[in-house]
């Protein structure tokens, strides 16, 4: 078994995943090592005022090239690894002791945190472009207590202590690396806080979407509606491009949207679930991360979630097998429709393993379809799947679904039940779901709803008068109008009605089935 183990190990199929990572940090150690170089090469120039020729400049700047590399031929330069590690999300510090020591003490937890270095990197560089930075401990530490202090009145010990502390080399450039430093903090703290205020913008326009609502029923029947997380419209046409790709500034740009998406959901007073709301936006804004979704079936399996116990129990069985990543990506390309996934381990593991549709067809999942058209939710061409591998371009949901999405109407249509009270099958609901989006019968009532939602007014006890549904809804959350006075959920009978159309729909449908439920029964 060991053997077999390692001819796995050694195929280069197999290996392709670390092989390309490696050349990825290859590649990015020698872009930093020519441009040092040539900084060294120009600054070495200007210190000796030598006039340099294009091609004295070249032979100067790669001998310094030449010089980073060992007798191995392997490049090793203190200035350039500090940098490389960062941007690796491989560096060390204290965070990435304190979760090796937990894992070394606690194995089991090496099977809910799989990449600890890259786990605390994302949370250290998440916080090394916070728009706070102009208050924290760097800051503090490279311009003085109150950020007046000058690189001119630090002295050389002190120099030295931060770059030794901080990985960076102390050579003859140690002065221009600390004030290199100091460029960065600022630079940081400053881009971060223009596009955070950007982002605060855009979400009070509806222009662009966070990681999403903290009331997880909101949550669910967005995404079944077409709902796509940190993603922006683009003007003009039907389609929004995703600002994932921006890093730790996107995540504070999600941060700031998920802040406006859920401000008005608190009224006046509630300051301790206020509190308790941001934990939750910041946590989902940790969590969104690729490494860090590790964490989140972690406290749900906790608090006995055995939906979550199925899905972590799937991913470490999936990646038990070779090429776990590799065959999860390779389903998703394939088959990138929402899938209808039951509470069930058998079902979490076919959903991470979509290719195998291809050759057992019978026991596909079935797919999510929209109520409203009947068509499937991410129902992507092949080029959409292969450029959302770059940057993500989806179309924006239907104004119908928008709508919906706008009120924050609650209730996903589940229909785990028939009309006459039998358990339905995947396959089923999503047969029915076809149907009432054929018919066309429940969009026309959603667009009647709509239409008298939007000419309500309601006028306020101090005389404000606010017209449309939404306004309304907004108004009220914001604590403008008292709950005591105005119950959203039941003003103008406007979500009892959209409950009460899908329901007669589902009816029409279910009756419409030649071989549905019914019939089996």
Known sequence: MFDDIEDQAADPLLRWGSNSMTGLDGFSKSVLATSEAKYRALWKATQEGTELTPEAFKKAHTEVYDSFFDKNGMLLHDAIDANA?????????????????????????????????????????????????????????????????????????????????????????????????????????????????????????????????????????????????????????????????????????????????????????????????????????????????????????????????????????????????????????????????????????????????????????????DPVDGKPINNLSWWQRLSNNIIKINENPSPVNQWLIDIEYPNSPSMNLSNRGALLEPHERQAINTIIGEQGFYKEELLRIKQRADNLTYTAPDGTVYKGFRNILRAARRGNISSEVLDIKKYALVFKEITAAYNDAKRVAEDSLQDGTEAQQ
């Not at 450039?173 to 600022?186: A, I, P, S």
């Not at 406006?260 to 936006?281: C, H, P, R, S, Y």
């Open 85 to 369: 590690k960062e941007i690796a999300l491989n560096a060390d510090s204290p965070l990435v002791d304190t979760m090796n020591d937990l894992i070394r003490q606690y194995p089991i937890m090496r099977s809910i945190v799989w990449f600890p270095r890259t786990t605390a990197n994302v949370l250290d560089s998440f916080a090394k472009w916070s728009p706070a930075g102009q208050f924290s401990r760097d800051h503090r530490e490279l311009f003085g207590q109150f950020g007046q202090k000058t690189a001119k009145q630090f002295k050389d010990e002190e120099i030295i202590s931060i770059l030794t502390r901080k990985g960076l080399p102390v050579d003859e450039f140690y002065k221009e690396t600390f004030q290199t430093l100091r460029y960065e903090v600022r630079g940081k703290a400053a881009l971060s806080g223009f596009l955070l205020t950007a982002a605060l913008m855009a979400g009070v326009g509806d222009r662009c979407t966070g990681t999403g609502h903290v009331n997880k029923a909101i949550q669910t029947a967005r995404l079944k509606r077409g709902w796509k997380k940190k993603t922006c419209k683009v003007p003009g046409t039907n389609k929004n491009v995703s600002y994932e790709w921006m890093g730790p500034i996107g995540d504070w740009m999600s941060l700031a949207i998920d802040l406006v998406d859920n401000a008005d959901t608190l009224t006046t007073g509630q300051f301790e679930e206020f509190l308790q709301m941001l934990w939750v936006i910041g946590a989902a804004n940790f969590g969104d991360k690729q490494v860090l979704t590790q964490l989140e079936p972690l406290f749900d399996v906790i608090q006995g979630n055995g939906a979550a116990a199925n899905r972590w129990a799937s991913n470490l069985l999936n990646n038990l097998l070779p090429m776990g990543s590799a065959r999860q990506w390779a389903g998703k390309m394939m088959y990138p429709d929402l899938r209808d996934v039951r509470n069930r381990l058998d079902d979490a593991l076919r959903n991470k393993n979509a290719w195998l549709d291809m050759f057992d067809p019978s026991r596909k999942l079935p797919v999510i379809k």
